[in-house]
């Protein structure tokens, strides 16, 4: 009798314990902490450490602050260069800051404030003017004169601020002006120069601002001021407005025309600044080299009225030769002797500007101008 019932085949079943434990050493189970290897996955990525994510996420946030920062700064460099070319700053009534555009008007600001060098030359004894100033726009330099800064009457050289003040401020050139006793009666008791026009003659704006300068017509200046202004008076105001935004020192005026007054005076430097400021705008240069001009036509007028520029009346403007006077504005009166603002080219193009005033009579200055421009100029 058998006394193990259960007997069981230990020798197989040890057998199958050795194997089993022999698979096991060769491939062993895979240890948690161990790192997960690769697998066939193609698209399987290995975890980072979470350091390793700390640290990228820390470069990441680092670079797009430094980046943001460059923006902003080109961006607040860019708007700081712009504001300084097209505005400035200015604060208001709360304290708070606002930007006001400036135009290209402002922007251009030439400056007519020339000075002598170690060239310059005092004119010498030929010239007979008492007052004289020759400038080189282009080095913006004096090139010659005498007793330039010196108070002078300028006779109807004045109308040449009233074309600049007039052109700056007439609202619109396409408008009329209707001519009147109270203009033309006082001028012709006075035995002032006018251009002709008549009482009630319905005039333009062109009849009017050639009128002022190319005849010298006192009836045409003071047609502008009125037109402009309301009056001669307040007119008047205007152009010692626009004296002083040119910083002219020595100059005042007392009215349109030029005719003689106390308190209408300025020098030949001051005088120079005037003709430069009005040759820098294009209308008035046009006028002041205008040597003829024929007014619309009236019932006063039906051919309309030719208008010849003084300054050509007795000049060509090619007599100095190696110059060539383009235009300009003459005066007279007898307490400021005869007066000429003229500008003009040498032969190789650079422009000058030639004041001359109180010389004795008409032909002394005339010629004071032709031999100033070929004596200095000769050399360019």
């Not at 251009?195 to 062109?206: I, N, Q, R, S």
Request: net charge neutral; aromatic share 10%; charged share 25%.
């Amino acid at each position: 009798m058998d006394n193990q019932p259960n007997k069981k085949d230990y020798e197989g079943y040890f057998a199958e314990i050795e194997n089993r434990l022999n698979s096991q050493r060769q491939n062993p189970a895979p240890n948690p902490r161990d790192p997960i290897t690769k697998t066939s996955n193609s698209n399987y990525r290995r975890p980072k450490s979470k350091k390793k994510i700390t640290l990228y996420r820390t470069f990441l946030i680092n670079a797009v602050t430094i980046v943001v920062g460059l923006s902003i700064m080109i961006t607040v460099i860019v708007l700081t260069v712009r504001s300084c070319k097209t505005g400035k700053t200015e604060k208001n009534t709360s304290g708070e800051q606002k930007t006001v555009s400036v135009t290209a008007k402002d922007e251009k600001k030439v400056s007519f404030n020339a000075k002598k060098d170690d060239g310059y030359i005092e004119v010498g004894e030929d010239i007979m003017s008492k007052s004289v100033v020759f400038i080189d726009t282009e080095k913006n330099r004096i090139v010659a004169g005498r007793n330039m800064y010196e108070k002078m009457y300028p006779a109807s050289t004045t109308k040449i601020m009233t074309l600049l003040v007039a052109v700056e401020n007439v609202k619109d050139m396409s408008d009329t002006f209707t001519m009147t006793y109270q203009i033309t009666d006082p001028l012709y008791k006075a035995e002032a120069t006018v251009a002709g026009f008549t009482a009630g003659e319905v005039l333009t704006m062109d009849d009017l601002l050639y009128g002022t300068i190319l005849p010298s017509g006192g009836d045409a200046a003071i047609g502008l001021a009125i037109k402009v202004a309301g009056s001669e008076e307040e007119f008047v105001k205007l152009m010692n407005k626009k004296a002083k935004e040119l910083k002219l020192s020595s100059t005042h005026f007392a009215n349109c025309t030029g005719l003689f007054d106390k308190e209408n005076y300025t020098t030949a430097y001051d005088l120079s600044v005037i003709l430069r400021a009005a040759m820098d705008n294009e209308t008035c240069k046009k006028i002041l080299a205008t040597y003829k001009y024929t007014t619309s036509k009236t019932e006063k007028h039906p051919d309309g009225i030719e208008l010849e520029n003084t300054l050509f009346k007795y000049m060509y403007g090619t007599e100095p030769e190696n110059a060539v006077i383009l235009g300009g504005k003459t005066g007279y009166i007898g307490e400021s002797g005869y007066c000429i603002a003229s500008f003009g080219e040498d032969k190789n193009g650079k422009e000058y500007v030639c004041v001359t005033l109180f010389a004795p009579s008409r032909w002394p200055a005339v010629y004071d101008q032709i031999n100033i421009y070929k004596e200095y100029t000769k050399g360019e």
